[in-house]
């Protein structure tokens, strides 16, 4: 057994104390916000689909224009943080996302969600970065780094497990802007405490700003982005291609401004590593994976099942709670496995979960046991990813190290409502058969969505026909579920090719 030959006094100093593990709690409330948040909303979309009578292409931009402003500003706030401080940064984040929160919980219209779900991406890039960045400041000690990076991405997985169930009750009780007034009552107590145990931490040799970056960043994610959104809604015909070309020549003019300045926004030869880049796309695939299981079966538990909100969030409890348990399980797993080995084998779960989808979503037991395989998937290689992602920078570039982790998870999160979401779509206007005798302007909303068949035979006289619509459009949604599902598997699959050809080969021993 190896020991250091640092005295104990200067071994101490390396290991965070209870303030520390303090802090730790004190940022998890942003993650446990954001996480709800994606969860309750996707939970919540039924009834803004009812309330507000969005189209489908709105339907798609209230879950989508939020992760799509935070993936074109991440990068950039993860950077003002290491420059003007990572503790400032995030308290700025938390009172502006509160306030917006709190606007967008009475927006009239779709229109005006949308405009507040996008400001609330712009504040929300202040949080993320933050949180994990300062984890990287906080616990120098990789043992305990590990530890509370497992803890910071369960988190995510607790706040979903909290958000259909407090969304859930909400929803039955009161109207559907409640779900955005949460984000009140938890950043409040962070404003509070953050000053008094979070540490402030920066770079101390930031370099010359650099506001062209900031440009070139912005055009390089937005075009791209929205892209995959475009593609995904209006097929390869559409503007999408032009959107990705934009964005692909400003992301190599981003790349070579970045090599040529002396002190980089994003320093690019951290991509070079293999580790970490492979550790990217782990992070955005299983996103994608996660994110997109979770948009369908909403929709098919509440709008097909006839689950309440607050039904169909306990039964995706134990997929969540399972999820908790192996982001934390896989932290000993991983001080004596390589993660070449762990990745893999922890995704064949979420792979195995995919086909029991595609094979039959009849089986709501079986829908619940599926679910509890992907979170054992997903949680165990978010928490190895993001620690190798961190690890692999240096603790002065922690938070561009943690934007771009970031920026992996909120990309992976519009390609599983875009894609994965719009793939669904696609199936589901294709296979829907509508009964006869429906008028015309009842069967162009039944077109639209799942939740549009569902308000237009709530409006029918004739039981037998609205009936008859909704068969029909659970029919074609289940039918488009089962193509959705086969999609995902093949994208878990190629996050484990990656996870066992890029992540090392070395067991993860601890590093001071």
């Not at 502006?96 to 229109?111: D, E, I, K, R």
């Not at 402030?200 to 700003?209: A, I, Y």
């Amino acid at each position: 057994m190896l020991t250091s030959s640092l005295p104990t006094s200067e071994i101490a100093v390396t290991r965070a104390g209870w303030r520390g593990w303090f802090a730790l709690a004190v940022l998890m409330l942003p993650v446990l916000l954001v996480s709800v948040d994606n969860t309750v909303l996707s939970f919540a979309l039924p009834e803004i689909a009812l309330s507000l009578q969005p189209s489908s292409i709105e339907q798609l931009w209230i879950i989508d224009v939020y992760p799509l402003v935070l993936a074109g500003l991440l990068v950039t706030m993860g950077t003002l943080g290491d420059r003007f401080g990572r503790r400032r940064l995030l308290l700025i984040g938390a009172t502006g996302f509160a306030a917006v929160s709190a606007l967008s919980a009475f927006a009239p219209t779709a229109a005006l969600l949308i405009a507040g779900r996008a400001l609330m991406g712009v504040f929300g890039a202040m949080l993320m970065p933050s949180t994990l960045s300062l984890l990287r400041s906080i616990f120098r000690d990789r043992d305990q780094r590990r530890f509370a990076i497992a803890i910071w991405a369960s988190g995510f997985s607790a706040g979903a497990a909290l958000g259909p169930i407090v969304g859930g009750f909400l929803l039955e009780h009161f109207s559907w802007g409640s779900v955005f007034l949460m984000a009140v009552p938890v950043l409040v107590p962070l404003l509070i405490l953050a000053p008094f145990f979070v540490p402030e931490s920066r770079d101390p040799h930031p370099g010359r700003f650099d506001p062209v970056s900031v440009l070139l960043s912005l055009a390089t994610m937005v075009p791209i982005v929205y892209g995959i959104k475009k593609l995904a809604v209006d097929g390869p015909l559409s503007l999408a291609p032009v959107l990705f070309v934009v964005g692909i020549v400003f992301g190599w003019l981003f790349v070579r401004r970045q090599r040529s300045l002396p002190t980089p926004m994003l320093d690019m030869t951290l991509f070079r590593r293999g580790t970490f880049s492979g550790a990217i796309l782990v992070n955005l695939l299983s996103v994608v994976g996660l994110v997109g299981f979770l948009y369908f079966v909403a929709q098919h538990l509440q709008l097909v099942v006839g689950l309440s909100p607050m039904v169909a969030g306990f039964a995706l409890l134990p997929g969540l709670v399972l999820m908790i348990v192996a982001g934390l399980a896989v932290v000993p797993v991983a001080k004596r496995f390589a993660p070449r080995v762990v990745v893999p084998v922890a995704l064949t779960f979420s792979v195995v979960a995919y086909a029991m989808v595609a094979v039959s979503t009849a089986d709501l037991v079986q829908l619940i046991v599926a679910f509890g395989l992907l979170g054992i998937g997903i949680g165990a290689a978010e928490t190895v990813s993001n620690e190798l992602i961190l690890s692999s920078a240096p603790s002065a570039k922690a938070g561009a190290a943690s934007a771009v982790s970031e920026t992996a998870y909120e990309v992976g999160a519009v390609l599983g409502t875009a894609v994965l979401g719009g793939i669904l779509a696609a199936f589901y206007r294709a296979e829907l058969v509508l009964p006869d005798g429906l008028p015309e302007a009842a069967a162009q909303g039944a077109r639209e969505t799942l939740a549009g068949a569902v308000a237009v035979s709530q409006t029918l006289d004739d039981p037998a026909l609205a009936e008859a619509l909704r068969l029909a459009a659970a029919h074609a949604f289940d039918s488009g579920v089962v193509i959705t599902a086969l999609i995902g598997a093949g994208l878990i699959v190629m996050a484990a090719v990656i996870a066992a050809t890029t992540l090392g080969g070395s067991r993860g021993t601890s590093t001071k």
